[in-house]
């Protein structure tokens, strides 16, 4: 299997599962690639971890705390679900002294600044909204590292693209 095959395999994957489960319970031979497909996801090595931190913030020592809880959940979940190829990826929730997340291919590390997660709280009505978005956000920077570590194939817009993966994994 050629790795550009396998590229443009896990991205029909990745973007499409949703989709091709849903139309495919009646077609066996769609049953069929999906399951090839499993099985060439099983082939991917897992040479790295997610190294998820929330650092100090000015915003008060709570905000911490809160996020100490949410990175070890991370930590935890990123881990056994998603295999890293190249190595670790790092997660850091920091003040950021803007109003920003973004992904780093340089270093393979997300930041999510703690200034978006209290533009959300003060912008939406309840907490609960306020954390969805900003999880969307972090889903969809998620999606850029993993495009950046699997080395996927962006077959249109890339930010486009992303947000399609963090609609789909943020269901997982
Ligand atoms: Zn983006």
């Known amino acids: 299997m050629t790795n ?3 590229r443009i395999i896990m991205t ?8 091709i489960t849903t139309v495919a319970t009646e077609d066996s031979d769609i049953e069929q690639m999906i399951s090839d497909l499993a099985d060439e996801i099983e082939t991917v090595e897992d040479n790295g971890d997610f190294i ?4 100090s913030s000015r915003y008060g020592t709570d905000v911490k705390k809160s996020f ?26 920091e003040d950021c002294g803007t109003v920003n997340a973004f992904y780093d291919p340089q270093n393979a590390k997300i930041i999510m600044c703690y200034e978006l997660f209290q533009t959300f709280f003060e912008f939406y009505s309840t907490p609960e909204d306020a954390v969805k978005a900003f999880f969307f956000v972090f889903y969809h920077e998620l999606g850029h590292a993993l495009v950046d570590q699997w080395d996927l194939p ?9 947000d399609g993966m963090a609609t789909r994994l943020i269901k997982i």
């Open 4 to 6: 550009r095959f396998f």
């Open 12 to 19: 029909i994957l990745i973007v499409f599962i949703g989709f």
């Open 52 to 55: 998820v931190e929330a650092k």
């Open 68 to 93: 100490d809880g949410l990175a070890s959940q991370i930590s935890t979940d990123f881990n056994n679900q998603f295999k890293l190829p190249k190595g670790n990826v790092f997660i850091s929730f």
């Open 154 to 162: 962006v077959l249109g817009k890339e930010e486009d693209d992303v």
